[in-house]
């Protein structure tokens, strides 16, 4: 097994096999997106939503079992990590090595996160990282001008509008390493099947534990529904909110900073302004106090083997990318 990691404007991309060829039609989704696509992820995004918006006076009337709320947890972080470590962190940036297993499981779990197939996800991130806060990032919240009713339309674009842009980044430009690879390039294809497994899990697991229709119901509504809705708004607040607000401790050629406050939810990516300044490495939460559940598993995939070339940040680099006041914020 190789890896030749190729660097795209400082990002740079893990391929640990490197075998076949395949063009970009032959992943999920090419430079543009059909009719009909751009309507299946308007159903993805509204009805997870609306069912996000139900929980509310749901808690309130009924409550929620502890075994809906075990399935909306244990979802969750299993998909977000999927997305932060393996989507993120190792098929992005190449921030560490990964054994052919641990490759194939982070695609999937990436996968079952509902955000999109994983050679198109790779691809928009590698050209955000290209042009971040710049002309040609995809989702810059600057987008249309730095006045307030333009940085209220660009938040809604990095956060949502952006989706339904019909241009598409160039996959075979952008990802090159993940279409030449047969099983990410199937991975990514089938995408649709991964939601669906995704998706069916809970009920499956509700209905078994309750025997009931009723527990498969409420388990699908929040280890399914609510579960997709608050990951996906979570991610999106990474391309939105923190390019607009937060402490810059770091030096970055954008407007990226730390938001405290989302960095559990999103498993350590809100410390957002060192991955921009530093974008290989593993760990994005390096000062004191910054919690980062991705890097702490990724330790972990390092102890047991199943990691390797783990690009830790040492003091000097970090050091070497702090700002002379560290006090500075957005």
Not at 25 to 41: D, H, N, P, Y
Not at 197 to 224: C, D, K, R
Not at 233 to 240: A, D, E, F, G
Request: net charge positive; charged share 20%.
């Amino acid at each position: 097994m190789t890896t030749s990691p190729e660097l795209i404007e400082g990002a740079s991309a893990a391929s640990d096999s490197d075998s076949g060829s395949a063009a970009p039609s032959a992943t999920l989704g090419g430079e543009s997106k059909r009719s009909v696509e751009q309507i299946a992820l308007l159903l993805f995004i509204t009805v997870p939503f609306l069912a996000l918006l139900a929980a509310i006076p749901l808690v309130w009337g009924w409550g929620v079992s502890w075994l809906d709320l075990g399935l909306m947890v244990f979802m969750y972080f299993l998909t977000c990590h999927g997305i932060t470590i393996g989507f993120h962190r190792y098929f992005t940036h190449g921030s560490f090595k990964a054994k052919r297993p641990l490759r194939i499981a982070l695609a999937v779990m990436g996968s079952m996160a509902v955000e999109g197939p994983l050679v198109r996800w790779v691809a928009d991130h590698r050209k955000h990282h290209k042009f971040s806060d710049h002309d040609g990032d995809p989702h810059s919240p600057w987008r249309f001008g730095e006045t307030v009713p333009a940085l209220m339309k660009g938040l809604w674009w990095a956060h949502i509008g952006w989706l339904f842009d019909e241009e598409q980044t160039n996959q075979q430009k952008y990802a090159p390493d993940l279409i030449k690879d047969p099983a990410i390039r199937r991975i990514s294809r089938d995408f649709v099947l991964w939601t669906i497994v995704s998706l069916a899990i809970p009920p499956l697991v509700g209905g078994l534990v309750t025997m009931s229709w009723w527990g498969a119901f409420t388990a699908f509504f929040w280890g399914s529904l609510v579960r997709v809705a608050l990951l996906h708004h979570v991610t999106w607040s990474i391309n939105s909110i923190c390019h607009a607000v937060g402490k810059r401790p770091f030096k970055s050629r954008d407007r990226s900073g730390n938001v405290w406050w989302l960095a559990v939810l999103s498993c350590g990516e809100s410390w957002h302004n060192l991955h921009h300044a530093d974008p290989t490495s593993a760990r994005h939460g390096v000062l004191r106090g910054q919690v980062d559940s991705s890097a702490r598993l990724i330790r972990w995939f390092e102890l047991a083997g199943w990691a390797t070339d783990v690009r830790w940040p040492s003091k000097g680099r970090v050091d070497a990318r702090r700002r002379e006041n560290a006090s500075n914020a957005a």
